[in-house]
């Protein structure tokens, strides 16, 4: 009896140390800057790599990528600096009133979602761009 309970033991707190051990990493990144960036969202997985339609439903139109969302136009100006430094894309700051925040995106605009999910693809590989995402231009 004293031995199942031991061996139960070891198992739940093995899977304990499991479950906890990337929510320290995901901590330490989070605060690796020390500040407060202002910035909205949570990175997505760099090797996260998907078609959010197939090519035969893909819409007409134009696509855009997003880097980054911010609180304040000088975080959005002070990312779109740091990130023009890492990045030969020119970028640009825009004010969306849909989700009242400053948006810093690649000012191309793709007309195919493939290109543009190409694109977002080779940014996700770069350090601090692994969060990058499409999105479908407003008219």
Request: glycine letters at 4%; proline letters at 2%; charged letters at 35%.
């Amino acid at each position: 009896m004293i031995k199942v309970f031991l061996n139960l033991s070891v198992v739940f707190l093995l899977l304990l140390f499991l479950s906890c051990s990337s929510s320290e990493e995901t901590s330490n990144n989070d605060n690796a800057s020390g500040d407060d960036s202002g910035y909205v969202f949570d990175e997505i997985p760099p090797d996260d790599q998907f078609n959010i339609e197939s090519p035969e439903e893909e819409k007409k139109g134009l696509y855009i990528i997003q880097i980054g969302a911010f609180s304040s136009e000088d975080k959005a100006e002070e990312f779109l600096r740091e990130s023009s430094k890492k990045l030969k894309d020119k970028l640009i700051v825009e004010y969306s009133d849909r989700v009242n925040l400053y948006t810093v995106r690649l000012a191309v605009e793709f007309k195919s979602k493939k290109d543009a999910e190409k694109k977002r693809n080779e940014l996700w590989k770069i350090n601090g761009f692994n969060d990058a995402w499409i999105l479908e231009k407003e008219e």
